[in-house]
Nanobody
Framework: QVQLVESGGGLVQPGGSLRLSCTVS????????MTWYRQPPGKQRELVAA???????DYAEFVKGRFTISRDNAKNTVYLQMNSLKPEDTAVYLC?????????WGQGTQVTVSS
């Protein structure tokens, strides 16, 4: 069973930065399309950023210019660098791995942006 473990969340002041990590078990990481989602309190899950197996990236409009997604295939890890954080970025952040018809999810990491 493929497992995804997110880390790096926490409490940060507005304007601050965090880097989230999502490490994937197994040997097929380089084939996965990886996506970061978030679920704000009381709201639906929303896509934040995605990166293909080839390294192409895509972002939600509300994070463009502030967040950067990247991957390190040698470490089976995808990252989400989050800068200029705002209170509305407060959410549980989850990562998803997808290949063909299979998808796997992590449990999420809490990010709270507050002064």
């Amino acid at each position: 069973q493929v497992q995804l473990v997110e880390s790096g969340g926490g409490l940060v002041q507005p304007g601050g930065s965090l880097r989230l990590s999502c490490t994937v078990s197994g040997t097929l990481f380089r084939f996965y399309a990886m996506t970061w989602y978030r679920q704000p309190p009381g709201k639906q899950r929303e896509l934040v950023a995605a990166i293909t197996s080839g390294g192409s990236t895509d972002y939600a409009e509300f994070v463009k210019g502030r967040f950067t997604i990247s991957r390190d295939n040698a470490k089976n890890t995808v990252y989400l660098q989050m800068n200029s954080l705002k209170p509305e970025d407060t959410a549980v952040y989850l990562c998803r791995a997808q290949v063909v018809r299979a998808e796997y999810w992590g449990q999420g990491t809490q990010v709270t942006v507050s002064s």
